[in-house]
């Protein structure tokens, strides 16, 4: 059993403070003032997220430049020993330049392509359709 509901004291207090709270009456310059607190709190909670964001962004930006970086220093490596094993076989120095050079070419040709095909795919008129319906999607 809980001792606190057994005490008499307890059961008076608790009375008083329902009692001081009714005949508490609250100002609108109090609520006010209380409303300004929470909404400070929360907008400076928002600001402390949005920064921890952009520091962990500018991060996730310099290891982004360092993977690139090092995906750029193999590929050139790539080429060079390609290059190597040609020359040793007896292919000609522009032999193996031209078919480095037309390689390269090829992965950009790619990439591009890649990038195309992201960019068309990226469409965001789906989520603007159902947040802002036209006329036309009511008569479907």
Do not use: Y
């Not at 005490?7 to 609250?26: G, L």
């Not at 750029?72 to 094993?85: D, E, M, R, S």
């Not at 330049?97 to 960019?119: C, H």
């Amino acid at each position: 059993m809980n001792s606190s509901h057994a005490d008499p004291t307890f059961a008076s207090r608790q009375a008083e403070d329902h009692t001081s709270i009714k005949d508490d009456d609250v100002s609108v310059a109090e609520l006010s003032n209380t409303h300004q607190r929470w909404l400070k709190s929360v907008i400076g909670l928002g600001a402390l997220e949005a920064k921890i964001w952009v520091a962990s962004g500018a991060q996730l930006l310099a290891l982004m430049c360092g993977v690139v970086f090092l995906l750029v220093t193999c590929w050139l490596l790539i080429i060079a020993t390609g290059a190597v094993f040609a020359w040793q076989s007896g292919i000609s120095l522009i032999a193996i330049f031209l078919s480095a050079i037309g390689l390269t070419v090829v992965g950009i040709l790619v990439l591009i392509w890649q990038v195309k095909r992201t960019l068309k795919h990226m469409n965001f008129t789906r989520t603007l359709d159902a947040a802002i319906p036209t006329d036309d999607d009511e008569d479907d």
